[in-house]
């Protein structure tokens, strides 16, 4: 059997656990199906792209049902997350991009640290309008750091969104609905330079989506929100030290 066939259960174990975050998992799609010996530009990305938009949709769905996804939160980290990508991408060859990391990684540790030490901001704390300031911002920070590093998604919106007041598990779904406009800016973007296996595609797309609800469903139903954001305060960790270790310390 060839490596590529090993796809759709490796893609399926993937989901099942981003789509409990609210993190599509491309970060962790693109490697694996280029490992696996697809094209990096042609096949691994867009291919990875499409997969953070199955399970990203699907888990939204399921969390819209559970009345877990905060629009009004969330709206402001789409709009800033759909605009910014392509003003980055316009500067990426202009800025030193390894201080940026690393900036991103601390910030991510940091959120981390956090989430893991059950911190968050007292009910109230955050007004509307310091919300909506921090999704516009931070969704356009985010946005643009997607254009210029090729970064970003539910790792770093979730954070923003427990520090706007939201609990672990309406942070992690609201995430999921951000992250689906951002991912599918970025798929149709590569679209027309794809060259997909359309029977891998098909097959990966169709076990990212029964896990994503499988996950989805978990998280919304099971999870308490202390087992979320210990989780996710351990991928986070993982996340920062990737980016210190890859992108700093070795490139």
Not at 24 to 42: N, R
Not at 76 to 84: D, K, S
């Amino acid at each position: 059997m060839e490596p590529i066939y090993y796809a759709p259960p490796i893609c399926l174990c993937i989901a099942l656990v981003f789509s409990m975050l609210g993190m599509g998992g491309s970060q962790l799609y693109i490697p694996i199906l280029f490992w696996l010996g697809m094209d990096f530009k042609l096949e691994a990305i867009p291919l990875g792209l499409l997969l953070n938009v199955v399970n990203t949709s699907s888990a939204t769905v399921t969390y819209i049902r559970n009345q877990l996804v905060n629009l009004r939160v969330g709206l402001p980290f789409a709009v800033g997350m759909l605009l910014l990508p392509p003003i980055g991408a316009l500067v990426n060859v202009r800025m030193a991009t390894k201080p940026i990391i690393l900036a991103f990684a601390l910030f991510t540790a940091t959120a981390a640290l956090l989430m893991l030490s059950g911190w968050r901001p007292q009910r109230g704390g955050v007004s509307r309008t310091g919300q909506m300031a921090v999704g516009l911002g931070g969704g356009s920070a985010l946005g643009f750091l997607v254009g210029l590093i090729g970064r970003g998604g539910g790792s770093f919106v979730v954070p923003l969104l427990y520090i706007c007041g939201l609990e672990a598990k309406a942070a992690a779904a609201t995430s999921a609905f951000v992250v689906t406009g951002s991912a599918t800016s970025g798929f149709l973007s590569h679209l027309p330079t794809a060259d997909l296996h359309w029977g891998v595609t098909v097959a990966t797309a169709g076990a990212v989506l029964l896990a994503s609800q499988l996950g989805s469903r978990l998280m919304a139903t099971k999870m308490k929100s202390r087992a979320v954001r210990v989780v996710f305060g351990c991928v986070l960790l993982a996340v920062a030290a990737t980016l210190i270790i890859k992108d700093v310390l070795l490139s």
